[in-house]
């Protein structure tokens, strides 16, 4: 069965510095997909980074970076130069591509930016 | 290029009365999910419908609540007769189109309370 954990209920980081948000997952599907999403206090979701599972590069959009280690069964999120409006929830998410497009979600990691 | 749309934003319900959560997706996105995110918690995956069709409604509680995607509209979530714990925020997100089915994309929720 699917399944995504967060294993971080709260990070603190200093601003500017890099953050690591740790995933793992489990599936025994050899075809699914990674996400990552924030969620900030006022409640919306907001897309942040997409990994394929026969991606072999890890995936990068801006200063957000996607740790994947196949064999590992790991995802992390790495953000480089923390900034306070990064202060929010963080969710691991992962769909099966075989079966439909259910997409499951870890329990989130919040992050607290500090200045 | 409005993106998802959700209404109402915000519902309040006495026990046993009827929520109807409307969403309608991105324009040219076919496909829609609805989720519920209790409050401190990730997100869960109720339900997965394309236009006139449920495709997955395996995160979906059998009894009282259910979804539907016409032909013309905006997809509905309905729940009957409610109670304490259906008190929540739930999300719809759509995919599709141009962008193809990696990334879904949310509305802003829309947050239920059940007195």
């Known amino acids: 069965a699917q399944k995504i954990t967060q294993t971080q209920p709260g990070m603190f980081v200093q601003e500017k510095e890099a953050v690591t948000l740790d995933c793992t997952y489990d599936?025994?599907?050899?075809?699914?997909?990674l996400f990552w999403y924030k969620q900030p206090s006022s409640g919306e979701m907001i897309f942040l980074i997409y990994?394929?599972?026969?991606?072999?590069q890890n995936a990068t959009e801006g200063r957000y970076s996607l740790n994947f280690q196949k064999a590992r069964k790991s995802a992390n999120l790495v953000i480089s130069a923390s900034q306070l409006g990064d202060s929010a929830m963080y969710f691991c998410?992962?769909?099966?591509?075989?079966?439909?497009?259910?997409?499951?979600f870890g329990a989130g990691t919040r992050l607290f930016v500090k200045a | 290029n409005a993106g998802v749309m959700q209404n109402p934003r915000h519902l309040v319900r006495r026990r046993g009365q009827e929520a109807r959560l409307r969403c309608s997706p991105m324009?040219?996105?076919?496909?829609v999910y609805w989720y519920r995110q209790l409050p401190e918690e990730g997100l869960k995956f109720m339900v997965y419908?394309?236009?006139?069709?449920?495709?997955?409604e395996s995160g979906m509680p059998k009894e009282r609540f259910s979804a539907e995607f016409p032909k013309e509209g905006p997809s509905i979530l309905r729940i009957q007769q409610v109670v304490r714990g259906d008190s929540a925020a739930y999300f719809c997100?759509?995919?599709?189109?141009?962008?193809?089915?990696?990334?879904?994309?949310f509305g802003p929720g829309t947050r239920l309370t059940v007195l």
């Open positions: 997100a759509s995919s599709g189109g141009l962008a193809g089915y990696n990334e879904q994309f």
């Open positions: 599936t025994s599907d050899q075809s699914y997909g």
């Open positions: 990994q394929g599972s026969y991606d072999e």
């Open positions: 998410a992962m769909r099966e591509n075989t079966g439909g497009f259910k997409t499951i």
């Open positions: 324009k040219g996105h076919s496909h």
């Open positions: 419908l394309q236009k006139e069709n449920i495709i997955d």
